[in-house]
């Protein structure tokens, strides 16, 4: 004896948000159903463990019908087959959409490509999060990737008008997207400690500001590649840092700054004589390494490599001679500032450009 | 040439992708009416098509219109091969033949394919513009309205209901033809669908030309079956109840307004809105044909084929039918005595309508099937379902009844064998409705419109010129008269007991009532009511031809006898004394027969409380049986006063007054009326009565009571919050929400071989209590929730396989309403405030109408658009709303969420839509599918294939409401869903039927906005109507 065929269809389709969850999440019908009760819903409803078996394997049939529309959001909204209410529709999105921070960090940056999709089993024992999952999440990536590559207009606003996303999760989108293009370094073990908060937020600035939009902004591609005169022009920046004058000159401005009696925050700084005196004892090093970064990126290569080189060259150093994050923010300030006002130095525009990114990814970047 | 059909192709979208090189398509359409086709260009390389083709006009007899759909086929060119097919789209014109309905069909429609499903839509346009055919003579019947639902529509009201039609038409099935050895599955299905379109259309022609030669104007509770006979052909065919309409918005004011100042889109209804001015005018306008040429058609039975004349369900078949002769002699008569002892599929009725009700009629037969030989000339058929329909009119006779309501017919077939069964209930009507003769119509239509649905004292005076006779039915109160036995109290056709009513304590009424129909919305109900099955399982051993059949026919009687213990039992249990809605289905299988009986059990305050059961031992000595019978005993005790506790059954307490009931002893076990003389006599032979005075008696020890009370205590209690009914209304909940979800759920379960009756009974049961319990699962997020109109359908689609498929409605109510003083008087005070409403409608429509001429309110526009009808109200109302919408549709658009093109469309097997009024009626849907499989693993299995396709076909039947206008389907119903497989070949296919009525609805809080502006002149129009 056993049921052969079991099927509930309704006139507005039926879904459960939970299983929808766990689904997503990549469970089993069976998982599902423990997970289910475990989760009491058969005390609060009178049911067995049988009807519970029913509704979640026609639950799971339902998004597997639906599944095909979610890969096209737009669809979902003019297709006849599901009567789904507009706000289900949204959810039925913004979840199918949503993704597990510890498995984009996996593959954030990384080619979109089978290859890193074969690796996916090792990222699903890594993460403990399902193959399944990370397989939709994997697709999802490159479903976006793929259409908003050939977008021409504003990356956050193409991934939203196309893909129906919450304005987060489509920043979020970008981010993967901006990451994925430029295939930035991201799972060394130095840059484990940062979350992928906190790579979409540089992901952010650099769309914002370096990228061919921030300058023009109805370009193909114009949100996913950097602009390269940009990085053309901070290879200018060198000086700063090649002519003894200029750099000792610079040296002198910031510890000038940030020793102004006025300052109260300086005050404070300059009580805590130790790190006032590492700073200064540093800021060639310092002041190397941001300007190296800079005059490199015009390699692909060392794109790649441009967060690993702050934390290398800028995070750790200051880390390690415990700075908290206000005496970042100073320095950073009075040292952005300062070269403005050097007798030599010419390039004002791309100084600004360059350090108001470095400023902020590197405050952000700045944590345990 | 009456008709010109004209169609234009606009576009494509979503469109599958046909060649694989360039993942694109080059898409054309055919366009196909009768033999005429048209194709559009090929729009190449994509999968979004703008066509935008021109007109194609088709000039045709409006006959064909009827009859034939417009077939629309997209297809994939192809330089250097055939062009492949996409798929098709049927649609059915029908709806835009009747003035009233629909007047254009546009929208995105589904295009189908029968292997393939759903492959993208398309946007196409049909109009139909009609030309007057005065030919007497003609074969069309345009213009009839065909209504699903079975109660008066509610934006009509009944002028006269004229009676029974039916009809049947059979033909080949395509499908068992020889070419079908040839043709691909996709041919061979497509035939299929077609040959049913146009058999659906042909059948729905004749009905209508029966309808015209009664007088009427309409058809309501309209249900078509089709039977698949298999080798032995393909039969449609279709009852109803032939009635007069009339739309309720129609006054005189009308004839002030002309209509030239209405928009285009009303230009179809207007011309009808000036002859309804004076009453039923269409009556006296439709063509009178020559009655004999067409009457001889259905009733020449001449070749008495039956091969089991002797085997149709019984004795009284005997006694009648017997000799064949009588009974084509009766025929011969038949239009007369159709009206002396009309059917009527209708289960709810004007107020005043449904005098008195004798108790369910039911009539079954066993037939073998033979190759239909000659298409044109369906005699068999129709022959075996005269013999029944005589069968069930001689038992309404017999319970002193002359009308049977709440009528339906069905049949099931396994191989060749095939039982027919029909069942109604008996009952008397009030002849206000119906005429003999169609002379004196003016006359009475002249006051008709006046007694339907007024209260006041015109009333009586109408009623009393024209029926004094039966001036004994004006005294009885409404809620109770119907319960009022009709048959002779001294020649009760079988035992009962009865007392005087409860309400009136005037007439007498039975301790039980079961029936077929719905509750009457006056009825005096005590508490709430719910859904009661009884389920039987049957083994049979397999068998051929000839003794297959006696097989059948000799368990059919225990089976309907059991399945009534089982009803009697279980509503006994409940505390409750009357069905309504009962459906008794019986299906026959290989190697054994399905019983299921549905209906919902209610606490009539008319009739007698119900007695409780006693259990009886056979051997009382002994005493550990004492006690297991006391435990049990106890048990049901205890169920019985949690479930008076459940359904708020607290009925006033009486004096118990019994009244000689002529037959002293016995207990009255079932108000079912058996078509078996034998079976009649078991029940008074089975009927020991040990035990109190008005407990009803099991015998543990009996197996079968074993078997009965097990069934009993196992019938699981709906969860909290939760009640269920098969009827259209539930009795005790009046405060719905506007939160409806009609659903659909099939499960197909396989048996192990060699299951004993019991074994089988219990695994049945157990089928349809888990499922119930699904769907209560399913459903909880809408608690407190009443799942209305459950309607269960058995199959045994092969040997041990049990397929059982629901369609209902859940509606979600409010809890905090008040429900004190009486449910039945809140019930009756809502019913009453929705007359009211309806005639302040009115009201306020002839006053907007009239004061608009020289006293323009402050919407001058859409005032001076009231035409008079309600759809021209709905204009009005369209134009008044903020929404700059201004097309003919912008009631739906208004209904569809903002940021989604697809519009909503409801869709409930109810006559109506909670918390909202019908303004229109678009036309019947009426659609057929197949879908068929090679690759079932692939599409996720039976279930899978299922899934998807019940989908499919909520989605065409939403597109195509959509198309014409619609924002929801009334009254639908999955008639038939046929699923075979073949995992083995990996291989599925499914039939499915459906049907509905489309409608457009308008919420009633919109409704209220632009009622208040006359509130006050209404209540001057009403005291002026009083004081004429």
Request: hydrophobic share 35%; net charge negative.
């Given at each position: 004896m056993?049921?052969e065929?079991?099927?509930?269809?309704?006139n507005?389709?039926?879904?459960?948000?939970?299983?929808y969850?766990?689904?997503?999440n990549g469970?089993?019908?069976?998982d599902?159903v423990?997970v289910r009760?475990?989760?009491?819903?058969?005390?609060e409803c009178?049911?067995?463990?049988e009807?519970l078996?029913?509704?979640?394997?026609?639950?799971?049939?339902t998004f597997q019908?639906?599944?095909?529309?979610?890969h096209?959001?737009?669809?979902?909204?003019?297709?006849?087959?599901?009567?789904?209410?507009?706000?289900?529709?949204?959810?039925?999105i913004?979840?199918y959409?949503?993704?597990?921070d510890?498995f984009?960090?996996?593959?954030?940056g990384?080619?979109?490509?089978k290859g890193?999709?074969?690796?996916l089993?090792?990222v699903?024992?890594?993460?403990?999060?399902?193959l399944?999952?990370c397989?939709?999440?994997f697709?999802?990536?490159?479903?976006?990737?793929?259409?908003?590559?050939e977008?021409?207009?504003?990356?956050?606003?193409n991934?939203?008008?196309?893909f129906?996303?919450?304005?987060?999760?489509a920043?979020?989108y970008a981010?993967?997207?901006?990451?994925?293009?430029?295939?930035?370094?991201?799972?060394?073990?130095?840059?484990?400690?940062?979350?992928?908060?906190?790579?979409?937020?540089?992901?952010?600035?650099?769309i914002?500001n370096?990228?061919l939009?921030?300058?023009d902004?109805?370009?193909e591609?114009?949100?996913v590649?950097?602009?390269?005169?940009f990085?053309q022009?901070l290879?200018d920046?060198?000086?700063l840092?090649?002519d003894?004058?200029?750099?000792?000159?610079?040296?002198?401005r910031?510890?000038?700054?940030?020793s102004?009696?006025?300052?109260?925050?300086?005050?404070?700084l300059?009580g805590?004589?130790n790190?006032?005196?590492e700073m200064?004892?540093?800021f060639?090093?310092?002041?190397?390494?941001?300007?190296?970064i800079?005059a490199?990126?015009?390699?692909?290569?060392?794109?790649?490599d441009f967060?690993?080189?702050?934390?290398?060259k800028?995070?750790?150093p200051?880390?390690?001679?415990?700075?908290?994050s206000i005496d970042?923010?100073l320095?950073?300030t009075?040292?952005?500032?300062?070269?403005?006002?050097?007798?030599?130095f010419?390039h004002?525009a791309?100084?600004?450009?360059?350090?108001?990114?470095?400023?902020?990814?590197?405050?952000?970047?700045?944590h345990? | 040439?009456?008709?010109k059909?004209k169609?234009?192709?606009?576009a494509?979208r979503?469109?599958?992708?046909?060649?694989?090189?360039s993942?694109?398509t080059?898409?054309?359409v055919?366009v196909k009416?009768?033999?005429?086709t048209?194709?559009t260009d090929?729009?190449p390389?994509?999968?979004?098509?703008?066509?935008?083709?021109e007109?194609?006009k088709f000039?045709?007899?409006?006959e064909d219109?009827q009859?034939?759909?417009?077939?629309?086929?997209?297809?994939?060119?192809d330089t250097?091969?055939?062009n492949?097919?996409?798929?098709?789209?049927?649609?059915d014109?029908?709806?835009?033949l009747c003035?009233e309905?629909?007047?254009v069909i546009?929208?995105?429609?589904p295009?189908y394919?029968?292997?393939?499903g759903?492959?993208?839509e398309?946007n196409?346009?049909?109009?139909?513009?009609?030309?007057?055919?005065?030919?007497?003579?003609?074969?069309?019947?345009?213009g009839?309205?065909?209504?699903?639902?079975?109660s008066?529509?509610?934006c009509y009201?009944?002028?006269?209901?004229?009676?029974f039609?039916?009809?049947l038409?059979?033909n080949?099935?395509?499908?068992?033809?020889?070419?079908?050895r040839?043709?691909?599955p996709?041919?061979?299905?497509?035939?299929?669908?077609r040959?049913i379109?146009?058999?659906?259309?042909?059948?729905?022609?004749k009905?209508?030309?029966?309808?015209?030669?009664?007088?009427?104007?309409?058809?309501?509770?309209?249900?078509?079956?089709f039977d698949?006979?298999?080798?032995?052909?393909?039969v449609?065919r279709a009852i109803g109840?032939a009635?007069?309409?009339?739309?309720?918005?129609?006054?005189?004011?009308?004839?002030?307004?002309p209509?030239?100042?209405?928009?285009s889109?009303d230009?179809k209804?207007?011309?009808?809105?000036?002859?309804?001015?004076?009453?039923?005018?269409?009556?006296h306008?439709?063509p009178?044909?020559s009655?004999?040429?067409?009457?001889?058609?259905?009733?020449?039975?001449?070749v008495?084929?039956?091969?089991?004349?002797?085997m149709?369900s019984?004795?009284?078949?005997?006694?009648e039918?017997?000799?064949?002769?009588?009974?084509l002699?009766q025929q011969?008569q038949?239009?007369?005595e159709q009206?002396?002892y009309p059917?009527f599929?209708l289960?709810a009725?004007?107020?005043?309508?449904?005098?008195?009700?004798g108790?369910?009629v039911s009539?079954?037969?066993?037939?073998?099937l033979?190759r239909?030989?000659?298409?044109?000339?369906?005699?068999?058929?129709?022959?075996?379902?005269?013999e029944?329909?005589?069968e069930?009119?001689s038992h309404?006779?017999?319970?002193?009844?002359?009308?049977v309501?709440g009528?339906?017919?069905?049949?099931?077939?396994?191989?060749?064998v095939?039982?027919?069964?029909?069942?109604?209930?008996?009952?008397?009507?009030?002849?206000?409705?119906?005429?003999?003769?169609?002379?004196?119509?003016?006359?009475?239509?002249?006051r008709?419109?006046?007694?339907v649905?007024?209260?006041?004292s015109?009333?009586?005076?109408?009623?009393?010129?024209s029926?004094?006779?039966?001036?004994?039915?004006?005294?009885?109160s409404?809620?109770?008269?119907?319960?009022?036995i009709?048959?002779?109290?001294?020649?009760i056709?079988?035992?009962?007991?009865?007392?005087?009513c409860?309400?009136?304590?005037?007439y007498?009424?039975?301790?039980?009532?079961?029936?077929t129909?719905?509750?009457?919305?006056?009825?005096?109900?005590?508490?709430?009511?719910?859904?009661?099955?009884?389920?039987?399982?049957?083994?049979?051993?397999?068998a051929?031809?000839?003794g297959?059949?006696t097989?059948?026919?000799s368990?059919?009687p225990?089976?309907?006898?059991?399945?009534?213990t089982q009803?009697?039992n279980?509503?006994?249990?409940?505390g409750m004394?009357a069905?309504f809605?009962l459906?008794?289905?019986?299906?026959?299988g290989?190697?054994?027969?399905?019983?299921l009986?549905?209906?919902t059990?209610?606490?009539?305050?008319?009739?007698?409380?119900?007695?409780?059961?006693?259990?009886?031992?056979k051997?009382?000595?002994d005493i550990?049986?004492?006690?297991?019978?006391?435990?049990?005993?106890?048990?049901?005790?205890?169920?019985?006063?949690?479930?008076?506790?459940l359904y708020e059954?607290?009925?006033?307490?009486?004096?118990?007054?019994?009244?000689?009931?002529?037959i002293?002893?016995?207990?009255?076990?079932?108000?079912?009326?058996r078509?078996?003389?034998?079976?009649s006599?078991?029940?008074s032979?089975?009927?020991?009565?040990?035990?109190?005075?008005?407990?009803?008696v099991?015998?543990i020890?009996d197996?079968?009571?074993?078997?009965?009370?097990h069934a009993?205590?196992?019938?699981?209690?709906t969860p909290?919050?939760?009640y269920?009914?098969?009827t259209?209304?539930?009795?005790?909940?009046?405060?719905?929400?506007?939160?409806?979800q009609m659903?659909?759920?099939?499960?197909v379960?396989?048996?192990?071989?060699?299951l004993?009756?019991q074994g089988?009974n219990?695994i049945?049961?157990?089928?349809?209590?888990?499922?119930l319990k699904?769907l209560?699962f399913k459903l909880r997020s809408?608690?407190?929730?009443?799942?209305?109109?459950?309607n269960?359908?058995?199959a045994?689609?092969?040997?041990?396989?049990?397929?059982?498929?629901?369609?209902?409605?859940?509606m979600?109510?409010?809890?905090?309403?008040?429900?004190?003083?009486?449910?039945?008087?809140g019930e009756?005070t809502?019913?009453?405030?929705?007359?009211?409403?309806?005639e302040?409608?009115q009201?306020?429509?002839e006053?907007?109408?009239?004061?608009s001429?020289?006293?323009?309110?402050s919407?001058?526009k859409?005032?001076?658009?009231?035409?008079?009808?309600?759809?021209?109200?709905a204009?009005?109302l369209?134009?008044?709303?903020?929404?700059?919408?201004?097309?003919?549709r912008?009631?739906?658009?208004?209904?569809?969420?903002?940021g989604?093109s697809?519009a909503v469309?409801?869709?409930?097997?109810?006559s109506?839509?909670?918390?909202?009024?019908?303004?229109?009626?678009?036309?019947?849907?009426n659609?057929?599918?197949?879908?068929?499989?090679?690759?079932l693993?692939?599409?996720?299995?039976v279930s899978?294939?299922?899934?998807?396709?019940?989908?499919?076909?909520?989605?065409?039947?939403?597109a195509?409401?959509?198309?014409?206008?619609?924002?929801?389907v009334?009254s639908?119903?999955m008639?038939?869903?046929?699923?075979?497989?073949?995992?083995?070949?990996?291989?599925?296919q499914c039939l499915?039927n459906v049907?509905?009525?489309a409608?457009?609805?308008?919420?009633e809080?919109?409704?209220?906005?632009?009622?208040?502006?006359?509130?006050?002149?209404?209540?001057?129009?009403?005291?002026?109507?009083?004081?004429?």
């Amino acid at each position: 004896m056993s049921v052969e065929l079991d099927v509930f269809v309704g006139n507005t389709t039926i879904m459960d948000k939970e299983v929808y969850q766990l689904w997503l999440n990549g469970y089993t019908v069976n998982d599902a159903v423990k997970v289910r009760i475990e989760g009491g819903v058969m005390e609060e409803c009178e049911a067995s463990a049988e009807v519970l078996l029913s509704d979640t394997m026609d639950q799971y049939r339902t998004f597997q019908m639906c599944e095909r529309l979610l890969h096209h959001p737009a669809k979902l909204a003019n297709q006849l087959l599901f009567q789904i209410p507009p706000d289900r529709q949204a959810m039925l999105i913004e979840r199918y959409y949503a993704f597990d921070d510890s498995f984009v960090r996996e593959v954030l940056g990384k080619k979109l490509s089978k290859g890193t999709k074969k690796d996916l089993d090792d990222v699903s024992t890594k993460t403990g999060i399902t193959l399944k999952s990370c397989r939709r999440q994997f697709d999802n990536f490159k479903r976006v990737f793929k259409v908003v590559e050939e977008l021409k207009g504003p990356l956050v606003e193409n991934i939203r008008q196309h893909f129906l996303l919450p304005d987060q999760l489509a920043r979020d989108y970008a981010a993967i997207v901006f990451f994925a293009n430029n295939r930035f370094e991201t799972g060394k073990k130095k840059l484990q400690y940062l979350t992928f908060q906190d790579f979409a937020f540089c992901a952010g600035q650099l769309i914002n500001n370096w990228t061919l939009g921030a300058v023009d902004n109805m370009m193909e591609d114009m949100d996913v590649d950097l602009d390269k005169e940009f990085l053309q022009d901070l290879k200018d920046l060198k000086i700063l840092i090649t002519d003894k004058d200029l750099l000792d000159q610079h040296k002198s401005r910031v510890n000038n700054e940030t020793s102004h009696p006025l300052s109260l925050v300086c005050n404070a700084l300059r009580g805590k004589t130790n790190v006032f005196n590492e700073m200064e004892a540093n800021f060639k090093n310092l002041s190397r390494g941001l300007v190296n970064i800079a005059a490199k990126l015009i390699n692909a290569k060392d794109v790649r490599d441009f967060f690993i080189d702050l934390v290398e060259k800028f995070i750790e150093p200051c880390r390690s001679d415990k700075w908290t994050s206000i005496d970042m923010n100073l320095y950073l300030t009075h040292y952005t500032n300062s070269a403005h006002i050097l007798d030599t130095f010419k390039h004002h525009a791309v100084w600004t450009r360059y350090m108001g990114v470095i400023k902020s990814c590197i405050l952000r970047m700045y944590h345990d | 040439m009456p008709g010109k059909l004209k169609a234009k192709i606009v576009a494509g979208r979503h469109l599958p992708v046909m060649d694989r090189a360039s993942d694109l398509t080059d898409a054309f359409v055919e366009v196909k009416f009768g033999n005429t086709t048209f194709k559009t260009d090929v729009y190449p390389k994509s999968l979004n098509p703008q066509w935008n083709s021109e007109w194609f006009k088709f000039e045709v007899d409006d006959e064909d219109l009827q009859d034939e759909p417009l077939q629309i086929t997209v297809l994939d060119h192809d330089t250097y091969s055939a062009n492949d097919a996409i798929g098709k789209v049927y649609i059915d014109i029908d709806p835009l033949l009747c003035s009233e309905a629909a007047t254009v069909i546009s929208g995105w429609l589904p295009i189908y394919d029968t292997i393939h499903g759903i492959r993208g839509e398309i946007n196409v346009l049909v109009k139909v513009d009609l030309f007057n055919d005065l030919n007497r003579f003609r074969q069309s019947s345009c213009g009839v309205k065909f209504f699903c639902t079975t109660s008066i529509p509610r934006c009509y009201r009944a002028v006269m209901v004229h009676g029974f039609v039916e009809e049947l038409v059979v033909n080949e099935d395509p499908e068992y033809q020889w070419i079908d050895r040839i043709r691909t599955p996709r041919a061979s299905n497509e035939a299929r669908q077609r040959l049913i379109f146009l058999m659906s259309g042909e059948l729905q022609r004749k009905i209508g030309l029966k309808v015209l030669e009664m007088g009427g104007n309409a058809v309501v509770g309209y249900l078509q079956c089709f039977d698949l006979e298999g080798e032995s052909g393909l039969v449609v065919r279709a009852i109803g109840t032939a009635c007069t309409l009339e739309k309720i918005s129609t006054f005189p004011a009308t004839a002030t307004h002309p209509n030239n100042s209405s928009p285009s889109k009303d230009m179809k209804d207007s011309p009808q809105a000036a002859p309804s001015t004076l009453g039923c005018r269409s009556t006296h306008s439709s063509p009178v044909h020559s009655a004999s040429s067409r009457l001889s058609q259905g009733f020449s039975v001449s070749v008495p084929t039956l091969l089991f004349a002797g085997m149709g369900s019984g004795g009284s078949a005997g006694k009648e039918a017997g000799p064949l002769k009588a009974l084509l002699r009766q025929q011969t008569q038949s239009a007369l005595e159709q009206r002396e002892y009309p059917f009527f599929t209708l289960t709810a009725f004007p107020p005043g309508f449904l005098l008195h009700v004798g108790g369910v009629v039911s009539a079954r037969s066993v037939k073998l099937l033979d190759r239909i030989h000659n298409p044109d000339e369906p005699e068999t058929r129709d022959a075996w379902w005269e013999e029944i329909r005589q069968e069930i009119k001689s038992h309404a006779k017999a319970l002193g009844c002359h009308a049977v309501v709440g009528y339906s017919e069905s049949t099931s077939i396994c191989e060749e064998v095939c039982i027919l069964s029909a069942s109604g209930t008996a009952a008397v009507l009030s002849s206000r409705f119906m005429q003999d003769g169609p002379l004196d119509t003016e006359h009475r239509l002249s006051r008709q419109p006046l007694c339907v649905f007024s209260t006041g004292s015109e009333r009586v005076e109408g009623d009393m010129g024209s029926s004094a006779s039966l001036g004994f039915e004006e005294v009885v109160s409404p809620g109770c008269g119907f319960c009022h036995i009709p048959y002779d109290e001294l020649n009760i056709p079988f035992p009962a007991q009865l007392t005087y009513c409860y309400c009136c304590r005037r007439y007498k009424v039975p301790d039980v009532l079961f029936t077929t129909i719905d509750l009457p919305t006056e009825a005096n109900v005590t508490g709430k009511g719910c859904l009661i099955q009884a389920r039987l399982c049957r083994t049979k051993k397999k068998a051929q031809g000839e003794g297959n059949a006696t097989a059948i026919s000799s368990l059919l009687p225990f089976l309907e006898y059991e399945l009534h213990t089982q009803l009697m039992n279980k509503l006994k249990l409940r505390g409750m004394n009357a069905l309504f809605g009962l459906r008794i289905q019986i299906s026959v299988g290989e190697t054994m027969l399905l019983g299921l009986a549905s209906a919902t059990g209610v606490y009539l305050t008319a009739l007698p409380s119900p007695g409780g059961i006693q259990i009886a031992g056979k051997t009382p000595s002994d005493i550990t049986y004492e006690q297991h019978i006391s435990t049990m005993q106890k048990k049901i005790n205890d169920t019985i006063d949690k479930n008076k506790e459940l359904y708020e059954i607290n009925p006033p307490e009486v004096v118990e007054e019994i009244i000689g009931s002529p037959i002293p002893e016995p207990r009255q076990r079932s108000r079912l009326f058996r078509s078996h003389s034998e079976s009649s006599d078991e029940v008074s032979e089975l009927d020991l009565s040990h035990g109190k005075k008005d407990a009803f008696v099991l015998e543990i020890d009996d197996t079968d009571a074993v078997e009965d009370i097990h069934a009993l205590l196992t019938d699981s209690p709906t969860p909290a919050g939760f009640y269920s009914c098969n009827t259209e209304i539930m009795p005790g909940i009046q405060n719905w929400t506007s939160a409806i979800q009609m659903f659909t759920s099939v499960r197909v379960f396989r048996l192990n071989a060699n299951l004993t009756n019991q074994g089988l009974n219990k695994i049945f049961s157990d089928l349809c209590e888990n499922l119930l319990k699904s769907l209560y699962f399913k459903l909880r997020s809408m608690v407190p929730c009443c799942l209305c109109h459950l309607n269960f359908t058995v199959a045994i689609p092969e040997d041990e396989l049990i397929q059982v498929a629901v369609t209902a409605v859940a509606m979600s109510f409010d809890k905090e309403q008040p429900l004190e003083n009486g449910k039945q008087s809140g019930e009756k005070t809502l019913i009453k405030a929705i007359t009211e409403n309806d005639e302040q409608l009115q009201f306020n429509l002839e006053l907007n109408a009239e004061t608009s001429s020289h006293n323009p309110l402050s919407s001058p526009k859409g005032l001076s658009e009231v035409g008079s009808h309600l759809s021209a109200r709905a204009s009005s109302l369209e134009k008044a709303s903020p929404l700059p919408e201004g097309r003919s549709r912008s009631l739906r658009s208004n209904r569809s969420y903002s940021g989604s093109s697809v519009a909503v469309v409801k869709m409930t097997p109810l006559s109506f839509i909670p918390g909202a009024k019908i303004i229109k009626y678009l036309g019947i849907i009426n659609m057929f599918f197949i879908r068929e499989t090679s690759s079932l693993r692939e599409e996720g299995g039976v279930s899978g294939f299922l899934h998807t396709f019940i989908a499919e076909v909520f989605a065409m039947v939403r597109a195509h409401v959509a198309a014409l206008g619609g924002n929801a389907v009334v009254s639908y119903s999955m008639k038939e869903c046929v699923f075979m497989e073949n995992p083995n070949k990996n291989q599925a296919q499914c039939l499915i039927n459906v049907s509905g009525d489309a409608v457009i609805f308008v919420r009633e809080s919109e409704l209220e906005s632009t009622s208040v502006q006359t509130q006050s002149a209404t209540t001057h129009t009403s005291n002026g109507g009083e004081g004429t």
